[in-house]
């Protein structure tokens, strides 16, 4: 059982540039999150799904874009990379309200 | 405004010395407190839910319990695996994205041999 995996471990962007990191869950979860981690800062929400088609924004979500196609994915876009984006992304999936996370390993990003 | 506050930022015991990590927060009615570990270039792990006051947890070494304003996680007797960051979290009752859970910046613990 591999829980939620997220590709890629590692990626540096140019400014400017765009990307998406991707993230599956194998584990049937309606729930899904987006979080960056920036030090001394604690863990970010960036945006959720409640379920497939059904995204909304959280914390920190501008410069980012989500999909919910299916419920299995969750990917995350950054259109036009800034350095302040630099981070370490995770995505996270519960089965419901009130439930615990599972996390993925995360993505570290570095924009120069 | 919702918060969550741990202290102290990082900890460094020895082998055997026990100790207390803590969690305030302030929230528009808990659902719930979660104890999660983190390991170096890796996810959160999850630990412990706890609903409400008075409740505790344990498992191996760790201890959580909760009041209505805060969270301890005591660890009794660590061993050097124990090294790790402790976070914490609450999920709120109230608002939008109720089911989001809102972290404090965490607890480097170091233990030495």
């Known amino acids: 059982n591999a829980g939620v995996t997220q590709t890629p471990k590692f990626r540096i962007l140019k400014i400017g540039q765009s990307m998406t990191l991707q993230c599956t869950q194998d584990?049937?979860?309606?729930?899904m999150y987006w979080y960056r981690q920036d030090p001394g800062m604690g863990l970010k929400l960036i945006y959720y799904?409640?379920?497939?088609?059904?995204?909304d924004k959280g914390e920190v979500p501008n410069g980012y874009n989500v999909s919910r196609s299916t419920t299995e994915d969750f990917p995350l876009r950054l259109e036009l990379a800034a350095p302040s984006q630099t981070s370490v992304y995770f995505c996270?999936?519960?089965?419901?309200?009130?439930?615990?996370?599972?996390f993925g390993s995360g993505t570290r990003l570095t924009v120069v | 405004e919702d918060q969550v506050t741990q202290s102290p930022e990082a900890l460094r015991l020895q082998e055997g010395e026990s100790s207390s990590l803590n969690c305030s927060y302030t929230?528009?009615?808990?659902?719930?407190l979660f104890w999660y570990r983190q390991d170096p270039g890796k996810g959160p792990e999850f630990l412990f839910t706890?609903?409400?006051a008075g409740e505790e947890k344990e498992k191996e070494r760790l201890k959580a319990t909760l009041t209505k304003k805060e969270s301890f996680l005591h660890i009794t007797a660590p061993k050097p695996e124990d090294s790790a960051t402790y976070l914490c979290?609450?999920?709120?009752?109230?608002?939008?994205?109720?089911?989001?859970?809102?972290f404090g910046t965490g607890t480097l613990l170091a233990v030495q041999p």
């Open positions: 706890l609903y409400s």
């Open positions: 979290a609450v999920q709120a009752g109230y608002g939008g994205a109720t089911n989001k859970l809102i």
């Open positions: 996270a999936s519960s089965p419901g309200g009130g439930a615990r996370y599972t």
């Open positions: 584990m049937n979860h309606n729930y």
């Open positions: 929230v528009s009615g808990l659902r719930g």
């Open positions: 799904s409640v379920g497939a088609g059904i995204t």
